[in-house]
């Protein structure tokens, strides 16, 4: 129910910096919270949590960082856009994945992976050495 809209994604150098967005649509603001997150996944693994924004109509919000980017990686949200970003710093080769955006107009558990319905199409991240 949501739509899911992703950019960002790219080449970088190891110490380097990327910001991804995802654009929400849909069934984003008929709801009394609105989790987005992002995940990681690389190929023969699981979907890895990355980090998650939740908000409410009150106003209040709050985040989750992964031990693993926690300091390097913000995830900030933009309202009245309707858009998520995850602006990432000092980036490491070990970041490479491709990168999701999911969406749950509900006050979820934001971390699980299963916990969200709506995802975008991903977006490859690259951190050469």
């Known amino acids: 129910q949501v739509q899911l809209v992703e950019s960002g994604g790219g080449l970088v150098q190891a110490g380097g910096s990327l910001r991804l967005s995802c654009a929400a649509s849909g069934r984003t603001f008929s709801s009394y919270a609105m989790v987005m997150g992002w995940f990681r996944q690389v190929p023969g693994k699981e979907r890895e949590f990355v980090a998650a924004?939740?908000?409410?109509?009150?106003?209040?919000?709050?985040?989750n960082y992964a031990d693993s980017v926690k300091g390097r990686f913000t995830i900030s949200r933009d309202n009245a856009k309707n858009t998520v970003y995850l602006q990432m710093n000092s980036l490491k080769p070990e970041d490479t994945a491709v990168y999701y955006c999911?969406?749950?107009?509900?006050?979820?558990?934001?971390?699980?992976?299963?916990?969200?319905?709506?995802w975008g199409q991903g977006t490859q991240v690259t951190v050469s050495s």
């Open positions: 999911a969406a749950e107009p509900r006050n979820i558990s934001p971390t699980i992976v299963t916990e969200y319905n709506s």
């Open positions: 924004i939740s908000t409410w109509w009150t106003g209040g919000s709050s985040t």
